[in-house]
């Protein structure tokens, strides 16, 4: 069922007849009981006295989540690859056609882009993807940020009102991340990005940081990362497996699309972690595996498997091979280190599955 639209009039009838519908009907919803946590959220919000700002934050946060939720859906089955960078990149800079070049060598791969929407890197991403590939995620700002004119007017243009909300859509649909020389903005992705594939709350993906030829951009970065981060004993000495720093598109877009030759997607079932793997390796390559990764383990060893009792409702995963194992949860750049491997062990194989299709 589909409830009034936020922008139509307060129609008090009409949102009763809906709930109504949908109470009748959820006993028969797949995810009904996720729509009862979510209602009985706002329920309980709602007997609080809960300030008229409170309320609009979270009228505008639930109005964000479903207009990206809508325009996305569409899409879902195509790996997508976010594009980071400076919006004040001009096009006559070799960054911005080094952005333009990535993006159409990765889309003539099968994948899609989702860029800002702004100008700079964000216009590199749109145009070298072509409106058809391409997603924008727009924030209203009072300077730099309109929506660029390749992507403007597109069906796939999401205006968002929280910075927030627009970072999850971003993270959320990528399949893999690139990022180009930037600001503060720019940093601020790099770093929550891998925050958040640091603590396993993203990913795993792939992270390509792209300089021009022979710029030092990234390569300073890393310079400071594991000087005064790594050194210094502040993360993890496997961390910096989590990216990768080219100045060359070919290997940026080959590194992408490596991380996939094998290696499917991940989740939980409990605190077994559950890796699909597009062909089923050999019981030599496993034990290799064991053999190389224990430290990985909390118990137990990393064993084949088939989709388990809990994985019944992923139709488009359920014929996959997979490793199952207990990870320790501590050391995501090992686990980076481990699909490397796989990919690696599980060549040559014939896998002809596109690697953008999920």
Known sequence: MTLSSPSS??????????LEKLLTNLSNHPHRKLIQ???????????????????????????????????????????????????RTSPKQEEYKMAADFARCITQSGFMVITGAGGGIMQAGNEGAGRANSFGLNIKLPFEQGANKLIDGDDKLIDFKYFFTRKLFFLKESDAIALFPG??????????????????????????????????????????????????????????????????????????KDF????????????LLVMRLKLELSDAVVAQLNQEFADLLSQGKISKNVALPEEKNDLETIHLSRLTFYFNQKNFGRLYQLIARINELGLPCNVTEHPELK
Do not use: M
């Open 9 to 18: 009039p307060d129609n008090s009838a009409l949102l009763n007849q809906q």
């Open 37 to 87: 946590r979510s209602l009985g959220a706002l329920l309980r919000i709602a007997e609080e006295d809960t300030e008229r700002l409170d309320w609009k934050i979270l009228t505008a946060s639930l109005e964000d989540l479903e207009q990206g939720i809508k325009r996305f859906y569409p899409y879902r089955h195509t790996r997508k690859i976010a594009i980071f960078g400076s919006a």
């Open 183 to 256: 600001g503060f903005g720019t940093q601020d992705e790099a770093f929550e990005t891998l925050t958040l594939c640091q603590t396993g709350k993203y990913g795993p993906v792939p992270l390509v940081l792209v300089d021009k030829p022979g710029g030092d951009y990234w390569h300073s970065w890393n310079n400071y990362v594991c000087k005064q981060l790594k050194e210094k004993g502040l993360i993890n000495p496997d961390d910096p497996s989590l990216y990768t720093i080219t100045d060359q598109i070919d290997v940026a877009c080959q590194t992408i």
């Open 260 to 271: 996939y030759r094998v290696y499917h997607s991940s989740r939980y079932v409990g605190q």
